[in-house]
């Protein structure tokens, strides 16, 4: 009796106080109804005050509040509560599945194959992806599909199609004994800092703007980020005088740098990395006994002039003495084309690593046991793609298909995307070279970062908030990637696999820009956020006009 009162009266505690929850509550009034909550479960073992502190440090801006808000959205026009908008649109998070890209035909047939391998007699599965699936079921002589555990490392005919793939793409060598395949690149780089970070005063630099996974990490292992800043007036690229002091200050501070993040293409911001700057981070970290950490994601995903160059290609092609660089080199099914973020596919190369610590590393993996093999299945297919003189004519005429109809399609909102955001008054976008992302600049008035203020949240948070409430896209504000002091961002994908709708929603934020500007507008005399920013008046924000202050307009 006792515990049906004590259950009982929480819940009731719990449904009272969920329903002071409206769905226009601000980020403090959450966080306040939330320790009101905490004090009636303050008897748990795991609470606000017994949980990781390291945990609890830990952000992810991509799955923030402002995803959470778009939650709540989603439900409320479920309900039939309108909204500006006919759907929310994620052009937060690179899920390229999710906002309509199509899937490979031979990919899926394969996978579903081997996962169910009574469909190897069915007619309607092309002769090409079965015989794919009898040779990979074949490799591990497991008689109902791939469903059991493999090596920790991998199954070693993924792992060899992975060799073969590395060794066309570089022209050197691969070591199949340095493959480790992973349940995406997010977990393979979860296992390095894992092993690099021992200390709170083990530094790692990573670029800025960054992927959040990289400082989320850091956090959780107790190390220390050391920042580099990308040159945004540069198209983001490396400025070694920038790395080189801030790796001095961290020296400076007792703090031991292990290693170096290098994101190419890059994410949030979209650019290609020239071979010379790619090769003077080689000879940096040969200098400085750095690893180097190659996040090759988006190695696929190039739409410029640039091409991309892995840093395995790069420190071999230098020779000695910087192709001694310690170097581990992620990729990932999520991206490139295939986009299959879902079945968590991926791999880490290991290049020049001291074998005590290769195995220190595979000793780690082997405590998870082994990646998913759906997984592995993809990321054997996304190395080992149907070729001519192998495949039918048929399988490979309409893989060819497909990649152009993919590759085509993101190419153009590409160019679309970066054409579109220098058209609005306030917004600088440099060109989208490479990955699924621009990441602009919005020059923000004074008065919208006053309004940020009181509300508790940062400037850009504010500005994508309110674009969400409006247009009913969803974007992540450039705080969330950290960015240079006084600069205001936003990350946005081109992933709308629909051309002519991702224009009519950019032709929908254009006018919620100027609606913005219009309710925050700049007072003369105050001071400007960002360089070459746009200055606003009341009246012009009105006309969508702006006074010229960069050379840009």
Not at 224 to 243: F, I, R
Not at 260 to 286: H, R, W
Request: aromatic fraction near 10%.
């Amino acid at each position: 009796l006792l515990f049906f009162f004590f259950f009982f009266k929480q819940k009731t505690a719990y449904e009272i106080l969920s329903g002071l929850v409206g769905s226009e509550m601000c980020i403090r009034d959450r966080v306040s109804t939330q320790s009101t909550w905490g004090l009636l479960m303050q008897d748990k073992v795991l609470n606000k005050d017994t949980i990781g502190k390291n945990v609890k440090n830990a952000e992810y801006a991509i799955r923030g509040y402002i995803v959470q808000r778009a939650d709540e959205i989603t439900e409320q026009m479920a309900k039939g509560q309108k909204m500006p908008f006919k759907k929310l649109l994620y052009c937060n998070i690179g899920n390229p599945l999710s906002l309509g890209q199509p899937t490979y035909t031979f990919d899926r047939e394969v996978v579903a194959c081997c996962m169910n391998p009574i469909l190897l007699d069915s007619p309607s599965i092309s002769v090409d992806a079965k015989d794919r699936a009898k040779t990979l079921l074949k490799s591990v002589d497991y008689p109902h599909g791939l469903g059991a555990y493999t090596s920790s490392p991998g199954l070693k005919v993924v792992r060899e199609s992975i060799k073969r793939y590395i060794e066309e793409r570089d022209g050197y060598p691969c070591d199949i004994n340095n493959l480790f395949l992973a349940n995406g690149a997010s977990d393979a780089v979860q296992t390095i800092f894992t092993v690099l970070l021992t200390d709170p005063k083990d530094g790692i630099l990573i670029p800025i703007p960054q992927y959040p996974l990289y400082s989320a990490l850091i956090s959780l292992l107790n190390g220390t980020p050391v920042p580099y800043y990308l040159n945004e007036s540069k198209g983001w690229a490396l400025d070694m005088e920038d790395l080189s002091a801030n790796y001095k200050k961290a020296q400076d501070l007792g703090i031991k740098v292990k290693a170096i993040v290098v994101i190419n293409p890059g994410n949030p911001t979209g650019q290609v990395m020239s071979k010379k700057n790619l090769e003077d981070i080689a000879k940096f970290c040969y200098e400085h006994k750095i690893i180097i950490l190659a996040d090759e994601v988006y190695q696929k995903n190039i739409y410029g002039s640039t091409p991309f160059v892995s840093m395995k290609k790069v420190i071999h092609d230098l020779g000695a003495p910087w192709n001694t660089c310690e170097l581990v080199s992620f990729h990932s099914t999520s991206k490139g084309f295939l986009g299959e973020c879902g079945l968590r596919g991926g791999y880490m190369e290991l290049d020049n690593i001291d074998p005590y610590a290769q195995g220190q590393i595979l000793k780690l993996r082997t405590i998870t046991l082994c990646p998913n093999t759906v997984g592995q299945l993809t990321a054997e297919l996304m190395t080992n793609p149907p070729k001519e003189g192998v495949n039918t004519p048929a399988c490979v005429e309409l893989y060819k298909k497909e990649t152009e109809l993919i590759y085509g399609g993101l190419k153009k909102r590409s160019k679309l995307l970066t054409e579109k955001l220098n058209t609005i008054p306030g917004i600088k976008a440099n060109e989208l070279e490479g990955a699924m992302y621009s990441f602009p600049s919005v020059f923000l008035t004074e008065s919208a970062i006053k309004a940020a203020k009181a509300k508790g949240i940062a400037p850009d948070a504010l500005y994508c908030c309110e674009a969400l409430e409006e247009t009913g896209i969803v974007m992540v504000p450039g705080s969330g990637f950290k960015q240079r002091e006084g600069t205001f961002h936003f990350r946005i994908t081109n992933l709308i696999f629909q051309t002519e709708e991702f224009d009519v929603a950019l032709d929908a934020f254009k006018e919620f820009n100027k609606k913005f500007f219009a309710k925050y507008p700049q007072l003369i005399g105050l001071t400007l956020h960002n360089c070459n920013c746009l200055l606003y008046t009341s009246d012009a924000a009105d006309e969508g006009l702006g006074v010229d202050l960069g050379g840009r307009r």
